[in-house]
């Protein structure tokens, strides 16, 4: 099978659905032009023109906001930011306007659009740069949040986000956009809310989603150096959550450790060990544990970073005490 | 003003809507003092020539948007009293299912597209609106209303930049009533003549006689019309006056009787009745009938409303999702 980068993969379910229907358009800051701020749209304009490859000043809650109303109106938007820590001074946007306005009209007025972009650290940003956000958004009825770990999931993921008629916030990685992944040249879509079991294990669950799989897997493989089997789940969607495939999977192998690049308070592990303790209290030999970012903004210096983030070597230590080794 | 142009039956329908928003609204707060209607409820008497003379002035297929002040324009828009009123008593015969309330008042059918709830946040939905019959090729425009509170949010810059940029088919509308909730235009503000804020995007922009339906027809008219040449937004400053506080618990002690009296004295629909019987359109007799059918409309629906059920506890999860099997979390 042929092998492409991420935001290749993106710009394909982006093109592809452009193609089979002309009410969506992609509008965002820098994305016709200048091609994308990470290339993600590269080529697009040239392909679409103008009025569907659209432009936009710096005014996140002014396109964002004429990104629901053009939804209400018939069409179907794809709202790029730039990076969703921009997306806070359009928050009021996403959360007043698009996840409310088809429960407020009584079913008449329903959002199917997009809003999608990179989510979380890439490097040495800073604090500002460097945030995540799933758990915010995921927190809101209304919305479904998508949080893609590869281009092929990222293809089908974004393909069925568009096509979906409620408000879908689709969440990448500038640290992925390079990364390159099998991606067949046949159509697929893949189903929001399901998680992807990518690796069967026997002694442990490890839940992660996202950008954070790769410390996942990362640790699984060393791990298994030991003996100690890991089932990896990737959750794809955050909102709704497949609480069924975690509760399974914690049916056989009786532990759980969530990896999340999160502030810990209120975050998608927080969730998912509740759920999990409810549903699945009698099937666990050991507390679930969570390996997150530290409860601080990310610092500068490398040092800094290295200490915010989870890391293999924090997820190994986890599996180790859920397993008793 | 050209009075000539307008006839008879566009001065007898300004009186008949005019008439219905001002009965409704007075009984709507009568309701809302015996706590049939709940929540926040702001109403729209003083105001009514403002959307008179709006829907005179453009199409049904036209688009309507507006904040939470929003009974008038709902009505001129169309939306049956029935429908509106049991809205606001939460019924799922209303025109949110219940789920609006008063400041969330829709119709797709009527191409009304709400009542919202957070300042200026309309805006640029307003926008998009438009945005959507551009792209789409219609000859449509989108009429978006704010009060004088939501030109101070950033929203208004950003999609005025937008909307003159992309010459967007929308109207724009600040229905200036001098207060935002309580405090006045002139304390929260250098520039107190606020249709200058969209010269700053060389936007046509125009203060109007919010008083007078046929001043308000004929903005409107021919903002609508630059609109569907494709030259784009225009914003308008129509200068009004709300007779009630802001909202149903605002006793509005800070301006005076005095105040309030002389707007009374310009009041919209003593205007029109005027014309109306100096041109001998109609007797008072016929107004008077007029008026009595509209009580009944008004009184009927609150009859509807209160014989009409509440919507099941069930459907609170009906419009959460277009998607018909969201799995919720049940705790």
Same mark, same amino acid.
């Given at each position: 099978?042929?092998?492409?980068?991420?935001?290749?993969?993106?710009?394909?379910?982006?093109?592809?659905?452009?193609?089979?229907?002309?009410?969506?358009?992609?509008?965002?800051?820098?994305?016709?032009?200048?091609?994308?701020? #990470?290339?993600?749209?590269?080529?697009?304009?040239?392909?679409?023109?103008?009025?569907?490859?659209?432009?936009?000043?710096?005014?996140?809650?002014?396109?964002?906001? &004429?990104?629901?109303? $053009?939804?209400?109106?018939?069409?179907?938007?794809?709202?790029?930011?730039?990076?969703?820590?921009?997306?806070?001074?359009?928050?009021?946007?996403?959360?007043?306007?698009?996840?409310?306005?088809?429960?407020?009209?009584?079913?008449?007025?329903?959002?199917?659009?997009?809003?999608?972009?990179?989510?979380?650290?890439?490097?040495? !940003?800073?604090?500002?740069?460097?945030?995540?956000?799933?758990?915010?958004?995921?927190?809101?009825?209304? !919305?479904?949040?998508?949080?893609?770990?590869? =281009?092929?999931?990222?293809?089908?993921?974004?393909?069925?986000?568009?096509? @979906?008629?409620?408000?879908?916030?689709?969440?990448?990685?500038?640290?992925?956009?390079?990364?390159?992944?099998?991606? =067949?040249?046949?159509?697929?879509?893949?189903?929001?809310?399901? $998680?992807?079991?990518?690796?069967?294990?026997?002694?442990?669950?490890?839940?992660?989603?996202?950008?954070?799989?790769?410390?996942?897997?990362?640790?699984?493989?060393?791990?298994?150096?030991?003996?100690?089997?890991?089932?990896? &789940?990737?959750?794809?969607?955050?909102?709704? &959550?497949?609480?069924?495939?975690?509760?399974?999977?914690?049916?056989?192998?009786?532990?759980?450790?969530?990896?999340?690049?999160?502030? =810990?308070?209120?975050?998608?592990?927080?969730?998912?060990?509740?759920?999990?303790?409810?549903?699945?209290?009698?099937?666990?030999?050991?507390?679930?544990?969570?390996?997150?970012?530290?409860?601080?903004?990310?610092?500068?210096?490398?040092?800094?970073?290295?200490?915010?983030?989870?890391?293999?070597?924090?997820?190994?230590?986890?599996?180790?005490?859920?397993?008793?080794? | 003003?050209?009075?000539?142009?307008?006839?008879?039956?566009?001065?007898?329908?300004?009186?008949?809507?005019?008439?219905?928003?001002?009965?409704?609204?007075?009984?709507?707060?009568?309701? #809302?003092?015996?706590?049939?209607?709940?929540?926040?409820?702001?109403?729209?008497?003083?105001?009514?020539?403002?959307?008179?003379?709006?829907?005179?002035?453009?199409?049904?297929?036209?688009?309507?948007?507006?904040?939470?002040? @929003?009974?008038?324009?709902?009505?001129?828009?169309?939306?049956?009293?029935?429908? &509106?009123?049991?809205?606001?008593?939460?019924?799922?015969?209303?025109?949110?299912?219940?789920?609006?309330?008063?400041?969330?008042?829709?119709?797709?059918?009527?191409?009304?597209?709400?009542?919202?709830?957070?300042?200026?946040?309309?805006?640029?939905?307003?926008?998009?609106?438009?945005?959507?019959?551009?792209?789409?090729?219609?000859?449509?425009?989108?009429?978006?209303?704010?009060?004088?509170?939501?030109?101070?949010?950033?929203?208004?810059?950003?999609?005025?930049?937008?909307?003159?940029?992309?010459?967007?088919?929308?109207?724009?509308?600040?229905?200036?009533?001098?207060?935002?909730?309580?405090?006045?235009?002139?304390?929260?503000?250098?520039?107190?003549?606020?249709?200058?804020?969209?010269?700053?995007?060389?936007?046509?922009?125009?203060?109007?006689?919010?008083?007078?339906?046929?001043?308000?027809?004929?903005?409107?008219?021919?903002?609508?019309?630059?609109?569907?040449?494709?030259?784009?937004?225009?914003? !308008?400053?129509?200068?009004?006056?709300?007779?009630?506080?802001?909202?149903?618990?605002?006793?509005?002690?800070?301006?005076?009787?005095?105040?309030?009296?002389?707007?009374?004295?310009?009041?919209?629909?003593?205007?029109?009745?005027?014309?109306?019987?100096?041109?001998?359109?109609?007797?008072?007799?016929?107004?008077? $009938?007029?008026?009595?059918?509209?009580?009944?409309?008004?009184?009927?629906?609150?009859?509807?409303?209160?014989?009409? =059920?509440?919507?099941?506890?069930?459907?609170? #999860?009906?419009?959460?999702?277009?998607?018909?099997?969201?799995?919720?979390?049940?705790?």
């Amino acid at each position: 099978m042929r092998s492409i980068q991420f935001r290749e993969a993106l710009r394909e379910a982006m093109s592809e659905e452009m193609r089979r229907d002309p009410n969506i358009f992609l509008m965002g800051e820098e994305v016709a032009e200048y091609n994308g701020a #990470y290339k993600v749209s590269q080529g697009m304009l040239d392909e679409f023109g103008p009025k569907r490859i659209i432009d936009t000043p710096i005014s996140e809650l002014g396109f964002g906001g &004429i990104g629901v109303g $053009a939804a209400m109106n018939g069409l179907r938007p794809i709202i790029e930011f730039m990076t969703f820590n921009f997306s806070l001074v359009a928050i009021d946007q996403v959360i007043n306007s698009a996840a409310k306005m088809y429960q407020m009209s009584g079913g008449q007025f329903n959002i199917p659009m997009v809003f999608r972009g990179p989510t979380a650290s890439a490097g040495q !940003l800073g604090a500002q740069h460097s945030q995540a956000f799933e758990n915010w958004y995921a927190n809101t009825p209304g !919305l479904k949040v998508v949080v893609p770990s590869n =281009p092929y999931d990222a293809k089908g993921l974004l393909k069925s986000a568009i096509r @979906d008629n409620d408000p879908v916030i689709f969440m990448e990685s500038e640290q992925m956009y390079g990364d390159k992944g099998e991606v =067949p040249e046949e159509e697929y879509l893949l189903d929001i809310g399901k $998680a992807h079991i990518v690796q069967e294990g026997s002694d442990v669950t490890i839940v992660s989603f996202g950008k954070i799989m790769k410390v996942a897997l990362a640790a699984a493989q060393e791990l298994a150096k030991d003996g100690i089997s890991c089932e990896i &789940i990737d959750l794809r969607t955050v909102r709704p &959550i497949d609480y069924a495939t975690l509760i399974e999977s914690v049916k056989k192998t009786n532990r759980m450790v969530i990896v999340e690049e999160a502030w =810990p308070l209120a975050s998608i592990s927080s969730e998912l060990t509740y759920m999990v303790q409810k549903l699945g209290f009698d099937y666990l030999d050991a507390p679930i544990r969570r390996i997150t970012t530290r409860d601080t903004p990310l610092g500068y210096a490398p040092t800094l970073v290295e200490e915010f983030l989870p890391n293999p070597a924090r997820v190994i230590e986890a599996v180790k005490s859920v397993t008793y080794r | 003003m050209a009075k000539q142009k307008f006839n008879k039956e566009t001065y007898l329908r300004w009186f008949e809507q005019m008439m219905l928003m001002r009965r409704f609204e007075e009984k709507c707060a009568q309701l #809302y003092g015996q706590q049939k209607i709940k929540g926040f409820c702001h109403l729209y008497i003083g105001q009514e020539a403002v959307v008179a003379g709006m829907m005179s002035a453009i199409t049904p297929d036209d688009k309507v948007i507006t904040a939470y002040r @929003d009974h008038g324009h709902a009505l001129g828009c169309g939306i049956s009293t029935n429908e &509106i009123m049991a809205e606001l008593f939460g019924k799922v015969t209303g025109c949110s299912k219940g789920n609006g309330g008063s400041m969330h008042l829709f119709s797709k059918e009527h191409n009304f597209y709400g009542g919202h709830g957070i300042v200026g946040g309309q805006i640029p939905l307003g926008a998009g609106i438009a945005f959507a019959e551009q792209y789409l090729g219609t000859k449509n425009i989108s009429v978006c209303f704010m009060g004088d509170g939501a030109v101070r949010q950033g929203s208004l810059n950003e999609t005025f930049n937008m909307a003159m940029l992309w010459k967007l088919p929308v109207v724009f509308i600040v229905e200036n009533n001098g207060y935002a909730m309580g405090t006045s235009v002139q304390r929260t503000t250098n520039l107190q003549d606020l249709y200058k804020l969209g010269l700053a995007y060389d936007m046509p922009s125009a203060q109007v006689n919010g008083m007078s339906c046929e001043a308000v027809h004929e903005a409107i008219e021919s903002a609508a019309d630059r609109a569907r040449k494709g030259e784009g937004p225009t914003f !308008l400053e129509i200068r009004t006056y709300r007779y009630r506080g802001h909202s149903m618990s605002d006793p509005a002690k800070y301006r005076s009787k005095e105040e309030v009296e002389e707007y009374k004295h310009k009041d919209p629909i003593e205007q029109v009745r005027k014309e109306i019987l100096s041109k001998k359109w109609a007797t008072e007799k016929d107004l008077d $009938a007029i008026e009595d059918e509209i009580m009944n409309r008004v009184n009927e629906s609150v009859e509807f409303s209160e014989n009409s =059920p509440y919507p099941a506890a069930q459907d609170l #999860y009906a419009h959460v999702y277009h998607q018909e099997d969201y799995p919720f979390i049940i705790e």
